[in-house]
T-cell receptor, first 114, second 114 residues
């Protein structure tokens, strides 16, 4: 079946450093790639997304890049702050089965140390 | 709060019992999804509704699981004869039919089967 692989599974950085999380996907038809942030005990929250017609998108301290040829996309967080600590999930849409749904990576636990 | 809501937030049940969860999507969102999330993993797709029609079900959705969205608004997910392996967070997400692929998640129902 379709899958999304995410690395690393854990990431520890010092406040102010940058953090990069990488994902690869298998479905060639995927054209939408969201990133979600999930704090402990809370719902996944959409923080940024990118569609296949662009290669990069930025929103303040976060940016996402997409390489469709390599089926690879990444989340970049600059000037990290302790409140960025959470689990981050990448996802890609898939039409297998006939309808649009999201396939998620296994998540990256980011810890930002003051 | 105009976001996706779910009820109950927590459910503890004994093996063999039936449970039912409810999801209220964002008003006027035609698309409704159910996902299951186990500890340390990303959400996994279970089923998809467009208005009142259940259009896709994952292979993860065994015969003990049934979902409905009778009037195209709220949805219910029922698990019959619960098993310990059903213990997980059950997440609901909604999305508008037109205008984008973004999915907005509810807070989830955490099910513990003892």
């Amino acid at each position: 079946g379709e899958n999304v692989e995410q690395h690393p599974s854990t990431l520890s950085v010092q406040e102010g450093d940058s953090a990069v999380i990488k994902c690869t996907y298998s479905d060639s038809a995927s054209n939408y790639f969201p990133w979600y942030k999930q704090e402990l005990g809370k719902r996944p929250q959409l923080i940024i997304d990118i569609r296949s017609n662009v290669g990069e998108k930025k929103d303040q301290r976060i940016a996402v890049t997409l390489n469709k040829t390599a089926k690879h996309f990444s989340l970049h967080i600059t000037e990290t702050q302790p409140e960025d600590s959470a689990v981050y999930f990448c996802a890609a849409n898939s039409f297998s089965g006939g309808y649009n749904k999201l396939i998620f990576g296994a998540g990256t636990r980011l810890a930002v140390h003051p | 709060d105009t976001g996706v809501s779910q009820d109950p937030r927590h459910k503890i049940t004994k093996r063999g019992q039936n449970v039912t969860f409810r999801c209220d999507p964002i008003s006027e969102h035609n698309r409704l999804y159910w996902y299951r999330q186990t500890l340390g993993q990303g959400p996994e797709f279970l089923t998809y509704f467009q208005n009142e029609a259940q259009l896709e079900k994952s292979r993860l959705l065994s015969d003990r699981f049934s979902a409905e969205r009778p009037k195209g608004s709220f949805s219910t997910l029922e698990i019959q004869r619960t098993e310990q392996g059903d213990s997980a967070m059950y997440l609901c997400a909604s999305s508008p039919l037109a205008g984008g692929d973004e999915q907005y998640f509810g807070p989830g129902t955490r099910l513990t089967v003892t």
